[in-house]
């Protein structure tokens, strides 16, 4: 694939839209060549930006009620005072679609936000970033080896303090910190090292549940997301995944423990 | 009502007030009703969703003579049903800041040709295929993708300029 066919087909790449086959041609071009690169990272920031930041515009309790009143009711031999109109759902419903899926559709919007496709735009993001993050020497805006010059380096920065551990003696030695913008929001990402791979960990709070160690492989890179005490964490790097899942591991092994345990976090 | 939010959501962004979106979602209501015998797709929020938008173009073509909307509703102060779906701070200062920029992106894509709005609202807020863009509009799937292409470029610089504007008052 050339440049001009790579540069044309990048919305379609962040927006997962292409064949397995295009997708691996891309990823090689999209590999070496930084015009594309940057391409891919607006096209995925404005994409997110637009997602978690535009109005949705919900329609009113009113227009349902005015709805109903001005639908024919010709299909529905008993009057129904309630806004559910169950014969015209129940038809559309047959048409192909399981009614209670299609109930479940329209009225959850937290499903909305739970489809996979929140998750992949999520990793697009967090790639988008790493792959920036190694370009043009901004790695870190911070850059220390020693945890307790980059922990107060958060302070002031963020509304959270983002654990920082260093795990030299594991051969991933801390390199540093930069604040990023994931997700709608600023986070906190810690930079380590393992044989030149670059290391991006990336946390913020998050209300939801803990959850166990996840794998993800896109485009080439290894992510492994976890979730502990109200703070959502992944790791991004070109590191192979067995590696990169025993520093995960490692790291959250440490931060589950409790707060004492871990003395001045 | 089946895919009312989604109806109501598309027709506000192609228009610029409640009202006039709400007129567009009862005409392809009713619109919707009375052909739904022609309707054999498996989707039937695409299907719901084309037909807001063919209600809105001949509503448009009918009344761009008239009025050429040049005032509209601020969309943050006059929608009291919408929410945001950014997470919250608890820091003052993050909730002005985030408010503001939030009324940035909003002015953007509204300053956006309407042909990038509407391929941009159905793939980013109604989370949309290429195919079922493709479907609605009546467009190639190649053109979904060079129209989101070009959209996410000119809001980036529509808000570079804004951004630029604001720090420099
Ligand atoms: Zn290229």
């Not at chain 1, 990023?180 to 929001?185: A, H, K, P």
């Not at chain 1, 996840?214 to 485009?219: E, G, I, L, P």
Request: one cysteine or more; aromatic letters at 10%.
């Amino acid at each position: 694939m050339n440049h001009e066919e790579a540069l044309n087909l990048v919305p379609a790449y962040s927006d997962n839209e292409l064949s397995v086959a295009e997708a691996a041609g891309f990823e090689r071009h999209l590999n070496g060549c930084d015009e594309c690169q940057q391409e891919y990272a607006e096209q995925v920031r404005m994409s997110a930006l637009v997602k978690h930041n535009a109005v949705y515009f919900e329609a009113s309790p009113q227009l349902a009620k005015r709805l109903v009143a001005a639908l024919p009711k010709a299909q529905s031999s008993k009057k129904t005072n309630s806004i559910w109109d169950w014969n015209w759902i129940i038809a559309w419903g047959g048409k192909g679609a399981v009614m209670a899926s299609l109930v479940a559709i329209v009225w959850s919007t937290s499903l909305f936000l739970a489809t996979p496709s929140f998750q992949e735009k999520l990793t697009g993001e967090l790639i988008a970033s790493h792959i920036r993050s190694l370009q043009v020497d901004h790695l870190s805006d911070v850059i220390s080896t020693d945890q307790h010059t980059v922990k107060p380096w958060f302070k002031g920065m963020l509304d959270f303090s983002p654990p920082v551990i260093d795990f030299s003696s594991s051969g991933f030695p801390l390199e540093g910190g930069r604040l990023d913008y994931i997700n709608g929001r600023t986070v906190a990402v810690i930079i380590y090292h393992h044989n030149k791979h670059p290391i991006n960990l990336y946390v913020w709070p998050d209300s939801s549940k803990d959850s166990g160690l996840q794998n993800t492989n896109r485009n080439g890179y290894n992510l492994v997301h976890w979730a502990v005490n109200g703070m959502d964490y992944w790791v991004v790097s070109d590191l192979e995944a067995r590696k990169l899942t025993s520093f995960a591991e490692s790291l959250h092994n440490q931060l589950g423990k409790p707060m004492k345990a871990r003395g001045q976090e | 009502m089946p895919h009312l939010d989604s109806a109501f959501n598309l027709a506000r962004w192609l228009t610029h007030g409640n009202q006039e979106a709400e007129d567009i979602v009862q005409e392809a209501f009713l619109r919707a009703f009375k052909f739904f015998d022609s309707f054999h797709g498996d989707n039937g929020r695409v299907w719901l969703l084309g037909i807001v938008r063919n209600t809105f173009y001949t509503w448009y073509q009918q009344n761009k003579q008239q009025s050429q909307y040049t005032q509209y509703e601020d969309d943050l102060h006059s929608s009291e049903a919408s929410f945001y779906r950014s997470a919250e701070e608890s820091n003052p200062e993050a909730i002005l800041m985030q408010k503001d920029s939030q009324r940035l992106l909003q002015e953007a894509l509204r300053e956006l040709p309407i042909e990038f709005r509407e391929v941009m609202v159905m793939r980013e807020l109604e989370d949309l295929t290429y195919k079922q863009i493709a479907d609605i509009i009546q467009i190639p799937m190649g053109t979904v993708m060079s129209r989101l292409g070009r959209g996410r470029k000119q809001l980036a610089a529509i808000l570079a300029a804004k951004t630029q504007q604001g720090g420099s008052q």
